[in-house]
């Protein structure tokens, strides 16, 4: 099979990030994986399979049909905690499988209740608390009625864990939102202990929290962006390493995007390049086709705008970026020819495209330019 563009997740880049992460837990916190949206855009399996291999054995998906695709297609399978959508008999197939699920409001609590009952078996269930994210969880008023649920299915709930999820901890801007949600969790939390139950996981922090608030860990973070060595935004970054005084390249990009020249075009001074008027050749040029385009997740908005890596070189896109291609200048490289590597993400020589300067260059976050990466580019794990 022919494929348009390869993604490569890095081995050692992975080892260095969880390295930092790890260095910032308390004794005794569990590290629970974030791989919703295929992993960030890594592909789910490819990177799930990577990071046990790095001893990494809890993950959080966002729904149940990733929790299946884990089940289904590890030779081991580690403990999954599904954090949002699983519903009617995907429920009684993560009990039966013992995949943890969120219950955030009383559907999911009776379900996971009948479920439970009718398989004889407990559900593993996280109380999630609505703090000031304003999503899902159960407002403070409704604790006793929760507890209340609980006393009376012992037999069929296993409270595994109590969370909330902050509301943009990357930003000192929110810092009176979160510190007020760190309160109200910390409230929420202490009814639940004092009616008598003793959840197996407190969790609160995500990336940003972990960073910006350490005293959130209880004893599990969920952590997403880190691992794949971004940052959850500038703020934090600035933040970290002037705070730390530290290096900061700390964390390793674990993703690169490569594709191949597809074909090479002399152009005449004064013609347009591509559709419409969105380039006009000031001199006589050279151009490189590269088959990637808005529909493998390379934004529209980067037309005329992002660079590329061909022979160690930056070479600029220009005109506009298509469904499936590109169009490069490379009218600086005589020793061009098709076939030749083109970097889209990543490293070739001593040059480097980062995904940040794709972030600064048209306002696309990572996490989305990442998660909106093609389920079906081909990921492979390198060194
Ligand atoms: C996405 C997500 C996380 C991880 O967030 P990062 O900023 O990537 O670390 C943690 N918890 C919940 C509930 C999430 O949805």
Sequence with gaps: MYESSTIEISRNALQNNLRFIRKRLNQGVRLC???KGNAYGHGLLEFVGLAMECGVDYFGVHAADEAYLLKNNLKTC???FIMGAVEGEAVKWAILEGVEFSVFDFDRLEIA????????MKAKIHIELETGMRRTGFAENEIDEVCRIL????EHLLLQGVFTHFAGAESQANQFRISAQILSFEAGYQKITNLGFQPVYKHSACSAALLNYPETQGNMVRVGILQYGFWPNKETHLRYTIDKNTNPELLKRIISWKTKVMSIKEVRKGSFIGYGTAYLAQKNMKIAIVPVGYSHGYSRSLSNVSNVLIRGKNAPVIGTVNVNSLTIDVSHMDEIVK???VVLIGKQKDKAITVKSFSEQTQVMNYELLSRLPINIPRVVVP
């Design 33 to 35: 994986s974030v791989v």
């Design 113 to 120: 209740v009948l479920y439970g009952k009718e398989l004889n």
């Design 151 to 154: 006393d009376l299915n012992k």
């Design 78 to 80: 580690p403990d999954i």
């Design 339 to 341: 076939g030749d590597e």
